[in-house]
């Protein structure tokens, strides 16, 4: 059976995929979204882990979403609404003073940290904003330019140069290097510099002395207006549900439990999909929301160039990044946090060498024994989320190695004890409080999410992986070797964060006719 | 010491005979083997090859196993041929390129049996054979020194051989292989060569090199059969008219410098792309390429003169460069002064008047000549019994 009836199919209904499908869809084409799961947004997902007990299953924070996106497609009028805004940070002492991170503003740091950090602040936004300029639009061909490619270096670069001389050399000087060396020239406080490390290394396989960490730094305040991330009413799924409405509203079509089994080509372009039941579906154009490596595999080597296989081979998506829900009987006592920031985001991370340490053991195949973790109680915010009087706690816990060593059978223990002895000694018998637990590995967002290494970003952000390279040479401009093949996913620049804008920056690139690079 | 210390070049399984036999002691490394320039006398090994039989060792040439359930996808997706056109029992000369779609090295495939074959190659390139297997199921073992091979070539060599016991090998024909039993293991005959000439190609385990060596001596005697080294080989694989990895393009993962790589257009060789099989590696790029034109043109020469025109610079008529020999030797069969060259596009079409500029030197004098070149439109060197079969036997 084919079906021609579509001039787009999007493998994947993750908040890229459904980006470019609304895009896509505004721009007049007919747009069908296939996704194998039963809900819309990917990694944007809410999941019931223990009966009543509700939790953001992937991402828990939204602190990276486009203001452009979410203007443009209207997600508060679909439904996208906040729980908590501008939440505070708070690095959780275990002993000692608590640092809290307010916006600009410090609590429990010196004045000198103050000003320093002031400072600091200052330069990454206005580093970031810059870089939001390069990301928010598909990247300029660089070999091949052509008129407006020309006119958008020339942009770009024009939006660098005003910096100013002290703020463009002071980027050059630690555009490249690592958050250690930087948070330990310009601060004081060890917890403020481990809060620093953790907002350029959650999600990476990399360690506070990692080079390009700054690089990641910057690229998680890609869309920062300075006030702290936010909590998604409902859960990170309803930021899921907001875009698959856009794109419906727009006129896309969603179809739910459709597993796609292979890319078709036909005289070696992209000529539709066959979904796992032997469905085959035909378009002229097909745009990837899945990762570079799963969606190569879905084209299959034999269709590709074997040097371009190799890049996709060699494409660094080695997730390090677990997952922990607990369902709790109430709300856990961390010792030296002022209970009314409970609903904060909480930092269990208090030196930059605690951070380095931990990530040494994923380096060689082997979990933290000292898991350092992101820890939000959305339940503070949002009583939906579990029966009353109940909470939820996630934690984004790290390192856990997508390749275990040990293997994930007998690593998912150790781990999971791990980050649950970390809690207990932060919060004295919050083990007592846990009615359930789950530990969702690398492994298992694999499988949850199709996302192949298990890598949030389905690839290292790091400078050889980012921009005009991202995500490898030949597939950098969303176009791919594949004539009618076009990524929309983290994999394709500007990388991952629940931007939106890779399916935006896809939808541009394609309706502005770019060609098979 | 390891073997890692031991920097001697190798010898191949024929070294007790070859260094016996190899008068002038002039050996040239070939891919990490010790190799024989010349064994008495240049001239006599070539009138060998082209007039009874010469022998060539070609052990050092890189050999290739590819066998396993993806093996004859793999293959068509690395060469640029149809390999499925390549029967059991049946060699292929071919070539692979680069995603850029330049030439990686050129080479012949050996269809074993059904879905076992070995590639061989000037150039070693394990690496982009395990890079072209990424996600396939297939095995590649280098069994370069696995393998001896002798080339037998020459209007002599078909009786030869068959004088060594090899019944009905008249009636193989050009690209054929055949397999008989020798010295109690087995022996691989095929219809191979790189004289353009009529000759075979033997293979057998290095365990029976000697045994097959002496035979074939034995046997080849009264067919004035004599070992050839690289020299002869090179004088007779120019007046073919064949093209040599490192010496008329270089191996696309070789080259450094930007644009000196070689497509298959450019080497004269589009009959050998296929682009009605499906996808290949360097498919897009040469789709590209033919739509928009090569930058080189691959011609062959034949230069006015007896003096040989090697590396020299190819004028047009009002004396601009536009291009060099890659090739070049007075060819004493074809009687004919032949240069192999790349010119740049559009240089090389019928009606340009082109000349080589030689360089020579006779007793410390050296003399500077613009020979006249007419472009070669067909085979140089192509006697009958290339192609016949059965074979004649001479």
């Not at chain 1, 997902?45 to 828990?60: D, K, L, P, Y």
């Not at chain 1, 890049?311 to 209970?339: I, M, S, W």
């Amino acid at each position: 059976m084919t079906d021609a009836t579509y001039d787009a199919l999007i493998v994947g209904a993750g908040h890229n995929g459904l980006a470019c499908a609304a895009y896509l869809a505004s721009g007049g084409r007919k747009v069908l979204v296939l996704e194998a799961g039963e809900r819309p947004g990917g990694l944007a997902a809410t999941r019931e882990f223990a009966e009543g007990f509700r939790v953001s299953a992937a991402a828990h924070l939204l602190n990276m979403l486009s203001p452009e996106v979410a203007k443009e497609l209207a997600l508060e009028r679909h439904g996208l609404a906040y729980a908590a805004r501008n939440l505070k940070t708070v690095v959780l002492p275990g002993n000692g003073r608590q640092l809290v991170i307010d916006g600009d503003r410090l609590e429990g740091a010196s004045a000198n940290d103050q000003a320093a950090f002031t400072e600091f602040q200052r330069r990454m936004r206005r580093y970031a904003k810059v870089l939001n300029r390069f990301c928010a639009r598909p990247f300029p061909h660089l070999t091949e330019r052509r008129g407006r490619d020309n006119r958008l270096l020339a942009k770009l670069a024009w939006d660098v140069r005003t910096l100013g001389k002290a703020d463009m050399r002071e980027l050059l000087r630690i555009g490249a290097i690592n958050i250690h060396d930087v948070a330990e020239e310009q601060f004081e406080n060890p917890l403020l510099k481990a809060a620093l490390s953790m907002d350029a290394v959650l999600g990476s396989h990399m360690g506070p002395r990692s080079p390009n960490t700054v690089y990641a730094y910057l690229h998680r305040h890609l869309n920062d207006d300075g006030q702290g991330p936010a909590l998604v009413k409902g859960g990170m799924g309803a930021l899921g549900d907001a875009f698959a409405a856009a794109a419906e509203a727009a006129g896309a079509t969603i179809r739910y439990g459709a597993r796609i089994a292979s890319i078709d080509l036909t005289d070696c372009r992209a000529a539709g999909v066959t979904l796992a039941d032997g469905t085959n579906l035909a378009a002229a154009l097909v745009v990837s929301n899945a990762d570079l490596k799963s969606t190569f595999q879905l084209v299959g080597p034999l269709n590709l160039d074997a040097g371009f296989v190799r890049r996709v081979h060699n494409f660094r998506a080695r997730g390090v990044t677990a997952k922990l829900h607990l369902a709790l009987d109430g709300l856990p006592e961390f010792r030296g946090l002022n209970p009314a920031d409970a609903g904060s985001r909480l930092l269990a991370a208090t030196t930059m060498d605690g951070i380095e340490g931990a990530f040494n053991h994923a380096k060689y195949g082997e979990c933290s024994p000292q898991p350092v973790m992101e820890v939000t109680i959305a339940t503070v915010h949002d009583d939906s989320l579990a029966p009353p009087g109940k909470h939820v706690l996630s934690a984004v816990a790290q390192y856990a190695p997508y390749a275990l060593k040990a293997g994930w059978r007998a690593g998912r223990e150790t781990f999971m004890h791990s980050c649950l002895s970390q809690l207990e000694a932060l919060a004295p018998g919050i083990g007592e409080q846990v009615i359930a637990a789950e530990l969702l590995t690398p492994p298992d967002l694999e499988a949850r999410f199709g996302l192949r290494g298990g890598h949030w970003h389905h690839g290292e952000i790091a400078l050889d992986q980012a921009l005009f390279t991202r995500p490898v040479p030949g597939a950098n401009h969303y176009a791919t070797p594949v004539p009618g093949l076009y990524l929309c996913g983290a994999s394709a620049h500007p990388g991952g964060g629940l931007l939106g804008l890779a399916g935006r920056n896809a939808a541009k690139a394609i309706l502005a006719g770019a060609d098979a690079a | 010491m390891t073997p890692h210390d031991n920097r001697m070049l190798l010898d191949t399984p024929f070294a007790s005979r070859v260094q016996a036999a190899c008068e002038l002691r002039e050996w040239e490394p070939w891919k990490g083997y010790a190799s024989p320039i010349a064994y008495e006398d240049v001239e006599l090994e070539y009138f060998a090859a082209r007039n009874a039989t010469g022998v060539f060792d070609l052990s050092p040439m890189t050999k290739y196993r590819i066998g396993g359930p993806d093996a004859e996808p793999y293959l068509n997706r690395l060469l640029t041929r149809d390999v499925r056109k390549i029967r059991p029992g049946r060699v292929g000369y071919t070539l692979w390129c680069n995603d850029a779609g330049m030439v990686l090295d050129d080479g012949t495939l050996f269809h074993l049996s059904q879905g076992d074959y070995r590639l061989c190659a000037q150039e070693r390139c394990l690496d982009w054979l395990l890079t072209s297997a990424l996600g396939l199921d297939v095995t590649i073992v280098d069994e370069t020194a696995e393998v001896a091979a002798l080339a037998v070539q020459g209007p002599t060599s078909c009786a030869a051989l068959r004088a060594m016991g090899l019944e009905g090998l008249e009636s193989l024909k050009p690209f054929g292989l055949r397999h008989y039993p020798f010295d109690g293991g087995e022996l691989m005959v095929s219809r191979t060569g790189f004289t353009g000439d009529l000759g075979y190609e033997a293979w057998v385990a290095p365990a029976h090199a000697e045994a097959l060596w002496d035979a074939m001596f034995a046997a080849g005697r009264n067919h004035l059969i004599r070992p050839m080294g690289n020299a002869a080989l090179e004088l007779a694989r120019i007046e073919a008219g064949f093209i040599q990895a490192g010496v008329d393009f270089v191996p696309a993962e070789q080259v450094l410098r930007h644009g000196r790589a070689r497509s298959p257009f450019e080497l004269g060789l589009d009959w050998l792309v296929d682009f009605d099989k499906g996808h290949f590696t360097g498919r897009s790029a040469l789709l590209r390429e033919r739509e928009q034109g090569s930058r080189f043109r691959f011609v062959r020469l034949d230069v006015e003169g007896n003096k040989p025109a090697p590396e020299s610079f190819i004028l047009n008529k009002r004396g601009k460069t536009v291009g060099h020999a890659t090739s070049a030797a007075w060819c004493p069969s074809a009687k004919r002064n032949v240069a192999l060259a790349s010119l740049e596009m559009p240089w090389g079409r019928p009606e340009d008047e082109l000349y080589a500029e030689i360089y020579y030197s006779r007793e410390l004098r050296w003399t500077r000549i613009e020979a006249r070149c007419r472009i070669i439109d067909g085979p140089i060197w192509d006697p009958p019994r290339r192609r016949q079969t059965p074979a004649p036997n001479f």
